[in-house]
């Protein structure tokens, strides 16, 4: 039997994050601005007559039987069996913490949905992906989200989203090249220190938002208003603008909970200020994960030298256009 590896990559968000949860998309719709990046999660299936095996490095743990338990891993294993992958080795590998706010979760259901069809020699569109993989997320894994990490990781590009109650649609900026190969120049992703449960957020938001009274709905049709703002910024080439309503999105955000930020957060967001970033953010829901920094013009080095004293982990990343895919090897 073949042997097959599917990867997904991870996203960064700039504007837009909240608008995709139901039930705002089915009253109001909601629009993010994000991209995909170099960063995966890559899922590798080894055939051998064993029982499967299941073993992820992030999880430092290993499956080979069917269990009762409910945590992550366990249910991945059911899921193989369900669609008739019994035998051989899945090996599952990830570029970040889970829980740090690129869409790990999502990168991963993707890159294994896609692995299971293909070793099954069957093809299945991005779009079709995006869907069953959100549907297995919030009803299988019972996992709080929003649409947009299942359709920007299994799509790929830089681009715009739209949600609305019954469609999904992508506006590819990616050649808008001068702007986006700029932006990439300047972005740098700092580690805070710690992962945390962006579900718990989300709750919080569905709760508010089944509420049409709700104080919160401003604040999301506020940010939803930007990220169509940053995405005709792009369009314009002005990217100060851009880094302006970047700033402006997040602190609109911190003001959907008072969770979403801490002292930790805010005082790394400062000394990336003082340190030559023009425009930080948090990544997800909040509460901890990776900082999003835009350096100023020329300043990207200088921005991750001095941020390497206060995350262990601050890297560089590249904009890719490819979305999930799976090989044989």
């Given at each position: 039997?073949?042997r097959y590896?599917?990867?997904?990559?991870?996203?960064?968000?700039?504007?837009?994050?909240?608008t995709?949860?139901?039930?705002?998309?089915?009253r109001?719709?909601?629009?993010?601005?994000?991209?995909?990046i170099?960063?995966?999660v890559?899922?590798?299936?080894?055939p051998?007559p064993?029982?499967?095996?299941?073993?992820s490095?992030d999880?430092?743990?290993?499956?080979?039987?069917?269990?009762?338990s409910?945590?992550?891993l366990?249910?991945?294993?059911?899921?193989?069996e369900?669609?008739?992958?019994?035998?051989?080795?899945?090996?599952?590998?990830?570029?970040?913490p889970?829980?740090?706010?690129?869409?790990?979760?999502?990168?991963?259901?993707?890159?294994?949905?896609?692995?299971?069809?293909?070793?099954k020699?069957?093809?299945?569109?991005?779009?079709?992906?995006?869907?069953?993989?959100?549907?297995?997320e919030?009803n299988?894994?019972?996992?709080?989200?929003?649409?947009?990490?299942?359709?920007?990781?299994?799509?790929g590009?830089?681009?715009?989203?739209?949600?609305?109650r019954?469609?999904?649609?992508?506006?590819?900026?990616?050649d808008?090249?001068?702007?986006?190969q700029?932006?990439?120049?300047?972005?740098?992703?700092?580690?805070?220190?710690?992962t945390?449960?962006?579900?718990?957020?989300?709750?919080?938001q569905?709760?508010?938002?089944?509420?049409?009274?709700?104080?919160?709905?401003?604040k999301?049709?506020e940010?939803?208003?930007?990220?169509?703002k940053?995405?005709?910024a792009?369009k314009?080439?002005?990217?100060?603008?851009f880094i302006?309503?970047?700033n402006?999105?997040?602190?609109i955000?911190?003001?959907?909970?008072k969770n979403?930020?801490?002292?930790?957060?805010d005082?790394?967001?400062?000394?990336?200020?003082n340190?030559h970033?023009?425009?930080?953010?948090l990544?997800?829901?909040?509460?901890?994960?990776?900082?999003?920094a835009?350096?100023?013009?020329?300043?990207?080095?200088e921005?991750?030298k001095?941020?390497?004293?206060?995350?262990?982990?601050?890297?560089?990343i590249?904009?890719?256009?490819?979305?999930?895919?799976?090989?044989?090897?």
């Amino acid at each position: 039997m073949d042997r097959y590896l599917a990867f997904s990559p991870l996203r960064i968000t700039f504007a837009g994050g909240g608008t995709d949860v139901e039930p705002f998309i089915e009253r109001y719709g909601g629009a993010v601005l994000n991209s995909t990046i170099d960063r995966k999660v890559m899922v590798t299936y080894e055939p051998d007559p064993y029982d499967l095996e299941l073993s992820s490095r992030d999880f430092l743990k290993s499956i080979t039987l069917v269990s009762e338990s409910n945590d992550v891993l366990s249910k991945l294993y059911k899921l193989f069996e369900s669609k008739g992958v019994s035998k051989g080795r899945v090996i599952i590998n990830n570029a970040v913490p889970p829980g740090s706010g690129l869409g790990s979760s999502s990168a991963l259901i993707t890159a294994i949905l896609k692995l299971i069809y293909a070793i099954k020699g069957k093809e299945i569109s991005a779009k079709d992906l995006a869907a069953e993989s959100y549907a297995l997320e919030k009803n299988y894994f019972n996992i709080a989200l929003g649409k947009q990490d299942p359709f920007a990781i299994s799509m790929g590009h830089f681009k715009l989203m739209e949600f609305t109650r019954s469609s999904e649609n992508m506006f590819d900026l990616s050649d808008h090249s001068d702007f986006v190969q700029e932006l990439e120049k300047r972005t740098l992703l700092i580690y805070t220190g710690s992962t945390r449960e962006s579900s718990t957020f989300l709750k919080s938001q569905i709760d508010q938002t089944e509420n049409e009274n709700s104080k919160i709905i401003p604040k999301l049709l506020e940010i939803k208003s930007i990220a169509y703002k940053m995405s005709d910024a792009v369009k314009a080439n002005d990217i100060n603008s851009f880094i302006s309503d970047l700033n402006r999105g997040w602190e609109i955000k911190k003001e959907l909970d008072k969770n979403i930020s801490n002292k930790k957060i805010d005082d790394l967001i400062e000394e990336a200020k003082n340190n030559h970033a023009q425009g930080v953010r948090l990544m997800g829901g909040g509460g901890e994960g990776f900082l999003l920094a835009i350096s100023e013009k020329g300043k990207l080095q200088e921005l991750q030298k001095s941020m390497s004293g206060f995350s262990d982990f601050a890297i560089r990343i590249s904009f890719r256009k490819n979305g999930t895919s799976s090989y044989k090897i």
